[in-house]
């Protein structure tokens, strides 16, 4: 990674499509929304229309699985494009179905699993880093399963999500555990709850941060974050609604945007 201080954009599904990601101006990296191995092996059209990217907005393409074949069929014909810059691992999803599949969350524990793929994805060549959780429970934040994961897996860098598998978004992330992480000497991304300049003021030891409701509710977050010079809220919603026709985005998506977290930059 660069020496600098990184923005991200978290993945949220249904949300952060292509279109998105590119209004996010001053961001450092995205992610795509979570897309299973199985269906990228089978080469599923929907899912590999998630994947496409349109331009140079950095981009990772984030992965839930688990099967190593599945991967290495996937990974000997995927050509990168534009602002591919690697893939992200998804060891955090907490849904119920998810864990019972052995997957998301659920995964954080195998740590020799987890460090196989990310060398099979390396041997390809590409960029590797872990979105993840602190573990699927109290039971585990407490036995420090993440750290265990962190200082024993090789990825580019570790986004820790501050909450363990069974909290919700009505409990505060636990910034706290920032400093173990960091300390491992590993590239570390925080995320939970970061909405403001204080915020991230808090979390500079960290290498970075990453931001997803918050930014869903304005897209110049990151620009502000970093001072930059922004687009008025008009011209953002311009963009975004060129972008929607020009990549005949799903109609949910601008949706959701407009309508479900529609608030921040997209009030009146
Ligand atoms: C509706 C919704 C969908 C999400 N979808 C994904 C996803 O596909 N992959 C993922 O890794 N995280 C997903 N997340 C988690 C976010 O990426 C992020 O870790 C979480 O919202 C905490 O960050 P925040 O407080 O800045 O929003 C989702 C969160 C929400 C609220």
Redesign the pocket.
């Known amino acids: 990674m660069e020496d600098k201080f990184y923005y991200m954009l978290?993945?949220?599904?249904?949300?952060t499509d292509s279109c998105f990601r590119t209004i996010c101006h001053g961001v450092d990296m995205t992610?795509t929304?979570?897309v299973s191995l199985q269906a990228l092996a089978k080469k599923n059209p929907f899912t590999m229309n998630k994947i496409k990217l349109f331009d140079d907005t950095p981009c990772m393409i984030?992965i839930i699985g688990q099967r190593e074949p599945l991967l290495e069929k996937f990974l000997k014909d995927f050509k990168p494009s534009h602002g591919f810059q690697g893939f992200n691992l998804?060891l955090?999803?907490p849904n119920p179905e998810v864990v019972k599949a052995g997957l998301g969350c659920a995964l954080m524990k195998r740590v020799s699993k987890v460090s196989r793929i990310v060398k099979t994805i390396k041997k390809y060549g590409h960029g590797v880093s872990i979105?993840m959780r602190l573990g699927m429970n109290q039971f585990e934040k407490d036995k420090k399963v993440y750290l265990n994961l962190i200082e024993n897996v090789d990825a580019d860098f570790f986004i820790v999500?501050a909450r363990h598998g069974k909290e919700t978004?009505t409990d505060r992330?636990d910034w706290s555990v920032f400093s173990q992480c960091v300390q491992t000497g590993k590239n570390i991304i925080a995320?939970?709850?970061?909405k403001t300049k204080e915020d991230v003021e808090k979390l500079k030891e960290c290498k970075g941060v990453?931001?997803?409701?918050?930014?869903v509710e304005n897209p110049l977050i990151f620009a502000e974050l970093k001072s930059l010079e922004i687009p008025t809220r008009e011209e953002i919603k311009a963009e975004y609604e060129k972008l929607l026709k020009e990549r005949n985005a799903h109609s949910k998506y601008a949706k959701h945007i407009f309508k479900h977290i529609g608030k921040g930059v997209w009030r009146k």
């Not at 978290?10 to 949300?15: D, F």
């Not at 995320?191 to 970061?194: A, C, K, L, P, Q």
């Not at 990453?210 to 930014?215: C, E, F, H, P």
């Open positions: 978290a993945p949220i599904e249904n949300m992610f929304e979570k984030q998804n955090g999803c979105k999500h978004y992330a995320n939970g709850d970061i990453m931001i997803g409701r918050a930014a």
